[in-house]
């Protein structure tokens, strides 16, 4: 695919395997706009997750590039990459309270000012309504909340980009549209998205782009 300068994210003729024979993406070719919603659908096991996952820099790419805002990003660590991502699981610190989850990479990884990293923390707290959350552990929220906490905790990083793998998946059905809310209301604020989902009518209501995966290719 050629360069595209308004792309925030590109991949490059990338492919993935993990034992050295079997692909699990196949030379990927993908340009992702500033400020578009993506949604990644397709069965277990077609590549998705692993798309995600070499984005984050979570996993090498086995072949091909990867740039972020024309930047090749390949042999970049992951907490210098810009980009933040909300797992299936919470991964919130049980022992600290909602707030404190949420400041504690502003503190830790960008050494930011105690000060200054509560004020982001609450402000990200408060856009994805659990301001009067912020001082309960998380084993006294919903699973829904909980989510919706990992989500602000994403978003005080400012990254120039949010993943999102499947985050509904391990939720009670009646807690799975206050997230899909959260959401969307990030859709409205332009900002990069690229979500892994099951959920089709919000993947059809509310995504920029949809595409589909199989067998780490794209047909669709």
């Known amino acids: 695919m050629s360069s595209n300068r308004g792309a925030a994210v590109r991949f490059e003729s990338v492919q993935k395997s993990y034992d050295g024979e079997t692909l699990v993406v196949k030379n990927l070719n993908l340009d992702i ?29 086995t072949h091909g590039e990867i740039f972020l805002n024309d930047r090749p990003i390949n042999n970049v660590p992951p907490h210098k990459r810009g980009i933040g991502m909300v797992f299936q699981q919470f991964n919130l610190f049980p022992h600290m309270k909602v707030q404190q989850n949420v400041m504690e990479g502003l503190v830790t990884v960008l050494k930011m000012d105690k000060e200054e990293a509560v004020s982001r923390a ?44 499947e985050v509904t998946s391990s939720l009670d059905p009646e807690t799975v549209g206050e997230v899909l809310l959260s959401m969307r209301d990030l859709s409205n604020e332009s900002m990069t998205m690229i979500v ?11 995504a920029d782009e949809g595409l589909f995966l199989y067998e780490g290719l794209i047909p669709e």
């Open 33 to 61: 706009a500033r400020g578009e919603f993506l949604t990644m659908l397709g069965p277990s096991g077609s590549g998705k997750t692993t798309c995600l996952m070499m984005l984050a820099g979570f996993e090498p790419a």
């Open 122 to 165: 609450r402000a990200n707290l408060d856009k994805v309504g659990l301001l009067d959350k912020a001082d309960q552990y998380p084993s006294r929220l919903s699973g829904g909340e909980q989510q919706r906490v990992a989500i602000a905790r994403a978003l005080a990083m400012e990254p120039n980009v949010i993943l999102f793998d």
């Open 196 to 206: 892994v989902t099951h959920e089709l009518g919000f993947a059809y209501h509310v």
